[in-house]
C-alpha cells in the first residue's frame, strides 16, 4: 500500500504577487523543499497540482522526483485542485498528505503525522499547536472519494473534515510550525528569516 501526498501548488498567489512555489525557500524553491520533506518523510508518490504559472513549475517538480497533473479550473479555488490531485491516486493508496505549497513543512512534522494515523489506524489525522489545529491533515484512502468531489461551494477540504469530525484525531506539537502559512510578502519574510533557525535549534 501507498502513502500519497497531494501538494496544492496552483493558485494565483495574488497576495504575494509572484508564484508561490517559485519563492527562494533555503536554497532551493519552495516546490522543491515541500516534495523533498514529504519524501523524506516517508511519502512515496508526491502528486504536485499545478495551475497558474505551471509551465515554470512543472520543471521544478519532476527534478524533485514528484508527478505533476493540471488543473485546468485552478481559479475556481484550492478545492478543484483538491479534486484533481486525488483523482491522479491509484487504488493502492493507504492514506494521503494534503498541504498546501505555501506551508513550509519539515519532514519530521509529517512524519509524527504518519506514525500516529498507522499506528492508531485513525481517518483523519491533524496537528495541533496550543489548541489550535494546523496542518497537514492525513486522511485515510476510505475517504478519497469525497476528495474526489470536493467543491468549493461547500468548503471543500474543510467540510470532509467536518463531516468526519468524530473521526478526527490530533497530534499535539510544541511548536507552531504546524501553523504556518506563508500569504503574503511580510509572511515570507518573516517565515524565511526564522524557519531554518529553528530548525537547528530544535
Do not use: C
Request: hydrophobic share 45%; no cysteine; glycine share 6%.
Amino acid at each position: 500500500m501507498t502513502i500519497a501526498a497531494i501538494l496544492l501548488a496552483g493558485g494565483e498567489s495574488r497576495r504575494m504577487g509572484r508564484p508561490k512555489p517559485l519563492l527562494e525557500w533555503g536554497d532551493r524553491t519552495l516546490v522543491e523543499y515541500q516534495i523533498e520533506q514529504l519524501k523524506a518523510a516517508g511519502v512515496d508518490r508526491v502528486v504536485a497540482v499545478l495551475g497558474y504559472a505551471a509551465d515554470d513549475v512543472r520543471p521544478l517538480v519532476h527534478k524533485a522526483g514528484a508527478l505533476s497533473v493540471i488543473n485546468e479550473l485552478y481559479a475556481e479555488g484550492r478545492a478543484s485542485s483538491v479534486r484533481v490531485g486525488a483523482a491522479a491516486l491509484g487504488e493502492d493508496t493507504e492514506a494521503v498528505v494534503v498541504l498546501n505549497v505555501d506551508q513550509p513543512r519539515p519532514a519530521w512534522v509529517t512524519q509524527r503525522l504518519l506514525e500516529a494515523h498507522r499506528s492508531q489506524g485513525n481517518t483523519i489525522t491533524l496537528p495541533a499547536y496550543e489548541g489550535h489545529r494546523g496542518h497537514p491533515p492525513v486522511i485515510a484512502a476510505a475517504l478519497l472519494p469525497e476528495l474526489r468531489e470536493a467543491r468549493e461551494a461547500t468548503l471543500g477540504l474543510r467540510a470532509i473534515i467536518d463531516r468526519h469530525q468524530a473521526e478526527v484525531r490530533e497530534v499535539p506539537f510544541e511548536t507552531d510550525v504546524v501553523l504556518l502559512d506563508v500569504n503574503e510578502p511580510e509572511d515570507y519574510e518573516r517565515a524565511r528569516a526564522s524557519y531554518f533557525q529553528a530548525e537547528v535549534s530544535r
